[in-house]
């Protein structure tokens, strides 16, 4: 039998509860989606102030398709916008860099998307800026946030499975047609796009644990980006964890978690999860529906990781405890000696 959960986020309130006024940097597929994911969340907590792009047109198209009162030509522009309390970075993640530099040298606090950045040189570098301003930054790892992510660390902390022995993950789409999966200059890759989940997944599970050993290997393309990965990590106490992902073929797209005493199954999507199954009993979780369409699945689920930045504000805390600074930091760490091991370099890991 199915159980169906439905989740309401928590509520903070205080003299100074009023609504947490973004701005959202570039107008491309991923900004959209967030902004409908937003627009999930009650009008009082979550506003929209601002959308900025390179182009004024494509702002302003954005503007008018979400309701937002200003749009603008360029990012500086946003940085400059007084009114704007948070800004969310949807540009493509090889100006991950300067683009969140723009922002916290202007004070402005930021939800940046993964990866963080394109090295771990380059992670450092924005982590540094954020504390150096006193401004929140937190990488968009979404999937941690969803109710289902929540679930699976409170199973792990009161030892429902008891001791963790493996961890298992899959995830490959067919993106091949997508010049920023495959092209270098673009950030192609599949460890960057796709495996990255795997691994916040693996570290999430292991409590940001660095691992003892990291074994990788892969195919490349002509352009110089991993096509398909195949790593395994070793941990202490005997933890092993196993994940490929390819941007060439369609994977089981699970994960699973085995332990001593049982075992929990996150089926297909397990970046943006809406059911579990604990020792064979499935519960689902679904997440509330989309007032325009999206471009990716499940993509009303970026309101959790909205909410977190909210209730962190509202905190005066400049991380976020589910995805810190030093949580984005592993990942980069790992995403680097992945690379090394596969052959992949980008121009800013010589820069």
Same mark, same amino acid.
Not at 114 to 126: C, D, G, R, S
Not at 239 to 250: D, E, G, M, P
């Given at each position: 039998?199915?159980?169906?959960?439905?989740?309401?986020?928590?509520?903070?309130?205080?003299?100074?509860?009023?609504?947490?006024?973004?701005?959202?940097?570039?107008?491309?597929?991923?900004?959209?989606?967030?902004?409908?994911?937003?627009?999930?969340?009650?009008?009082?907590?979550?506003?929209?102030?601002?959308?900025?792009?390179?182009?004024?047109?494509?702002?302003?198209?954005?503007?008018?398709?979400?309701?937002?009162?200003?749009?603008?030509?360029?990012?500086?522009?946003?940085?400059?916008?007084?009114?704007?309390?948070?800004?969310?970075?949807?540009?493509?993640?090889?100006?991950?860099?300067?683009?969140?530099?723009?922002?916290?040298?202007?004070?402005?606090?930021?939800?940046?998307?993964?990866?963080?950045?394109?090295?771990?040189?380059?992670?450092?570098?924005?982590?540094?800026?954020?504390?150096?301003?006193?401004?929140?930054?937190?990488?968009?790892?979404?999937?941690?946030? &969803?109710?289902? @992510?929540?679930? !699976?660390?409170?199973?792990?902390?009161?030892?429902? $499975? /008891?001791?963790?022995?493996? #961890? =298992?993950?899959?995830?490959?789409?067919?993106?091949?047609?997508?010049?920023?999966?495959?092209?270098?200059?673009?950030?192609?890759?599949?460890?960057?796009?796709?495996?990255?989940?795997?691994?916040?997944?693996?570290?999430?599970?292991?409590?940001?644990?660095?691992?003892?050993?990291?074994?990788?290997?892969?195919?490349?393309?002509?352009?110089?980006?991993?096509?398909?990965?195949?790593?395994?990590?070793?941990?202490?106490?005997?933890?092993?964890?196993? &994940?490929?992902? @390819?941007?060439? !073929?369609?994977?089981?797209?699970?994960?699973?978690? $085995? /332990?001593?005493?049982?075992? #929990? =199954?996150?089926?297909?999507?397990?970046?943006?999860?809406?059911?579990?199954?604990?020792?064979?009993?499935?519960?689902?979780?679904?997440?509330?529906?989309?007032?325009?369409?999206?471009?990716?699945?499940?993509?009303?689920?970026?309101?959790?990781?909205?909410?977190?930045?909210?209730?962190?504000?509202?905190?005066?805390?400049?991380?976020?405890?589910?995805?810190?600074?030093?949580?984005?930091?592993?990942?980069?760490?790992?995403?680097?000696?992945?690379?090394?091991?596969?052959?992949?370099?980008?121009?800013?890991?010589?820069?």
């Amino acid at each position: 039998m199915t159980r169906i959960l439905r989740v309401s986020l928590p509520r903070v309130t205080s003299a100074s509860d009023m609504a947490t006024r973004w701005g959202i940097c570039s107008a491309g597929k991923i900004s959209h989606d967030f902004t409908v994911a937003l627009k999930s969340l009650p009008a009082e907590d979550h506003q929209v102030v601002a959308v900025a792009a390179r182009r004024l047109e494509d702002a302003q198209g954005f503007a008018r398709k979400h309701s937002i009162s200003r749009a603008y030509g360029s990012y500086e522009e946003l940085a400059k916008d007084p009114d704007v309390d948070v800004v969310y970075v949807g540009v493509i993640h090889p100006y991950h860099l300067s683009t969140c530099l723009l922002f916290t040298n202007a004070k402005k606090n930021v939800l940046c998307e993964k990866p963080l950045a394109m090295n771990t040189k380059q992670v450092k570098e924005i982590l540094a800026s954020a504390e150096r301003n006193d401004v929140f930054l937190m990488e968009a790892v979404w999937t941690r946030f &969803f109710p289902a @992510s929540v679930e !699976i660390r409170r199973l792990l902390a009161q030892g429902e $499975v /008891g001791d963790v022995r493996m #961890i =298992r993950l899959e995830f490959g789409f067919p993106r091949m047609h997508v010049p920023r999966s495959v092209q270098k200059e673009l950030g192609g890759g599949a460890t960057l796009d796709l495996g990255i989940y795997c691994l916040q997944f693996i570290c999430m599970v292991c409590n940001g644990e660095k691992p003892e050993c990291i074994k990788a290997t892969g195919v490349c393309l002509e352009t110089g980006v991993d096509e398909t990965v195949a790593v395994t990590l070793k941990f202490s106490k005997n933890r092993l964890a196993v &994940f490929t992902c @390819s941007s060439n !073929i369609k994977l089981s797209n699970d994960a699973i978690i $085995v /332990g001593t005493k049982g075992t #929990i =199954r996150v089926p297909d999507h397990m970046w943006c999860p809406t059911s579990l199954v604990v020792n064979g009993k499935e519960t689902e979780y679904p997440v509330p529906e989309p007032y325009l369409p999206l471009n990716f699945i499940n993509s009303t689920g970026m309101r959790y990781e909205a909410e977190e930045v909210r209730q962190c504000l509202l905190k005066g805390l400049k991380q976020s405890a589910v995805v810190s600074h030093a949580d984005s930091l592993l990942l980069a760490e790992l995403e680097d000696e992945i690379r090394r091991q596969v052959g992949v370099a980008y121009s800013q890991d010589c820069q």
